[in-house]
């Protein structure tokens, strides 16, 4: 019999592997009750006051901010790329929905962000 510690998505299981009489192959037994998974970092500050703006710029999907295109007081077109969101190994620019001016970026290079998190805002 063997212990091990696997982590899956952030969640922690201790897992007892037996070996089976019949034919020597391992058995999985069930699952322990998983450890609490350690609490993620609280999400920096943002670099202006979040809400400057009346147009807001929205992440399409979960990922972390790659890259940083626009800045504030910056003026955009429709379609221009404010923010660069990598999910799954593919960047993903997160683009102005009209034109207007950079109001605020609410987030950092490197954080964590949920689909509909809000990235920026445009006046």
């Known amino acids: 019999m063997k212990n091990y510690t696997i982590t899956?998505?952030?969640n922690v299981y201790d897992v007892?592997?037996?070996e089976g009489a019949s034919t020597g192959a391992p058995v999985a037994a069930a699952p322990k009750a998983p450890k609490a998974a350690p609490k993620a970092a609280p999400a920096a500050a943002p670099k202006a006051a979040?809400?400057?703006g009346s147009i807001k710029v929205e992440a399409g999907a979960a990922g972390k901010v790659f890259k940083i295109e626009a800045k504030?007081?910056?003026a955009v077109k429709a379609g221009d790329a404010i923010v660069v969101v990598e999910a799954m190994k593919m960047e993903i620019p997160v683009v102005a929905p009209q034109d207007g001016?950079?109001?605020s970026i609410d987030v950092?290079?490197?954080d964590p962000v949920e689909a509909g998190a809000?990235?920026?805002?445009?006046?």
């Open 8 to 10: 899956v998505n952030g």
């Open 16 to 18: 007892v592997v037996e």
């Open 50 to 52: 979040a809400g400057a």
């Open 72 to 74: 504030v007081g910056q």
């Open 101 to 103: 001016t950079v109001a």
């Open 108 to 110: 950092a290079v490197g």
């Open 118 to 123: 809000l990235l920026a805002t445009l006046n």
